[in-house]
């Protein structure tokens, strides 16, 4: 089993900055694709920025240049910096991940609790 379990959430003023971070662990054979999700009170989840096991990455129009994904494949974790931080960027952001297990042939996509993240005007 896997889990992955996110970090770094929280209450921001608008132009503040937060870091957060999603670490998985389990029988963890391999990683692939990570990614950040955010889903804002009364809409459907969206992505916010992936990055594959080479480090390339993609980003939603509304963070780029505001917002840097990036991965530990030593941690097995990901990180989103989030800067200029506007109150539409509230939102619960989850974590997601395609991981290879010992005891599977495949990828499946796993996905942490989610964290809050505010930001007040």
């Known amino acids: 089993q896997v889990q992955l379990v996110e970090s770094g959430g929280g209450l921001v003023q608008a132009g503040g900055v937060l870091r957060l971070s999603c670490a998985a662990s389990?029988?963890?054979?391999?990683?692939?694709?990570m990614a950040w999700y955010g889903q804002a009170p009364g809409k459907q989840r969206e992505l916010v920025a992936a990055i594959t096991n080479s480090d390339r990455t993609n980003y939603a129009d509304s963070v780029k240049g505001r917002f840097t994904i990036s991965r530990d494949n030593a941690k097995n974790t990901v990180y989103l910096q989030m800067n200029s931080l506007k109150p539409e960027d509230t939102a619960v952001y989850y974590c997601?991940?395609?991981?290879?297990?010992?005891?599977?042939?495949?990828?499946?996509?796993?996905w942490g609790q989610g964290t809050q993240v505010t930001v007040s005007s």
């Open positions: 997601n991940a395609n991981v290879l297990t010992y005891s599977s042939a495949f990828f499946y996509a796993y």
């Open positions: 389990g029988s963890i054979r391999s990683i692939g694709d």
